[in-house]
């Protein structure tokens, strides 16, 4: 399943957001159980903060990391970019 | 409201016009903002429940030179510091102020169970590498600066909490 991040803002900033979005994001991905892959589109969002990643794209890693993968889509801006290249690490 | 959330709704509303207004191009505007962002996420990431005080919070300061296209951008916060975040990481704490901060600077948290530390390395690379800039971090009686000809450190008067700062040229 496909998540637009900019439905959660064009400024994805600070750690408690982020878990707020992970949290989010497992009410929407448990409605989808079929579903082998969890695509994060980033198109239109243009600042991200390594806070925020770190936090959302790890929440969702431990609790899908063995049966879904995650991948990044869109990934338009430097900040947005760097930041996923430095947290996905 | 949370004062993160307060932090976090200025960034936007208040922060990033002012990096816009100074002209920057859209790409730097967007690294100077998420660069604030990042230092001030830090101040209540490892300061909320444990403040030195009972004043909470930061101050920004943001200076703009346009003739030389320089911008100083400084985070200050009255918290427990570097050392005070680190002194209880394994297997090797910070014995001193430089210490701690080049711990930091590592990628090294204090925070217990998460992977974390990646912000300020990718603060340092935007600053050093994609700027041509300067960072300059003084926490308690430590400070180490940061350039591209690499570390310097020095110990100064001794304050409370950090003061973290980013000098960057743009376009």
């Known amino acids: 399943m496909t998540i637009k991040m900019i439905k959660f803002g064009i400024l994805l900033n600070s750690r408690p957001a982020g878990k707020e979005v992970a949290l989010r994001m497992f009410q929407m991905i448990n409605g989808f159980i079929d579903e082998k892959e969890i695509i994060l589109d980033f198109a239109g969002v243009e600042i991200l903060t390594p806070s925020f990643a770190d936090e959302l794209i790890h929440s969702l890693k431990d609790k899908y990391g063995e049966e879904r993968k995650i991948k990044i889509e869109n990934a338009e801006t430097p900040t947005v970019k760097d930041t996923i290249a430095t947290v996905m690490i | ?171």
Do not use: C
């Open chain 2, 1 to 171: 409201m949370n004062i993160g959330d307060e932090f976090n709704a200025r960034l936007e509303s208040r922060i990033r016009k002012i990096f816009k207004n100074f002209g920057m191009k859209d790409a730097d505007e967007q690294k100077a903002t998420a660069l604030v962002g990042e230092l001030g996420n830090n101040v209540f990431d490892h300061n909320e429940g444990v403040w030195s005080t009972d004043v909470r919070g930061a101050i920004i300061i943001i200076q703009n030179y346009p003739e030389i296209k320089k911008i100083e951008a400084l985070v200050a916060d009255p918290g427990i510091g570097f050392f005070g975040s680190l002194r209880g990481i394994e297997p090797d704490p910070p014995l001193t102020d430089i210490d701690a901060i080049k711990l930091g600077l590592q990628g090294i948290s204090g925070r217990v169970g998460e992977r974390r530390g990646n912000g300020l390395l990718l603060i340092q690379d935007w600053t050093i590498n994609q700027f041509n800039g300067i960072i300059r971090i003084h926490s308690g009686s430590g400070l180490v600066v940061v350039d591209k000809n690499g570390q310097k450190e020095s110990n100064v008067n001794k304050i409370l909490g950090t003061l973290a700062e980013f000098v960057v040229l743009y376009k």
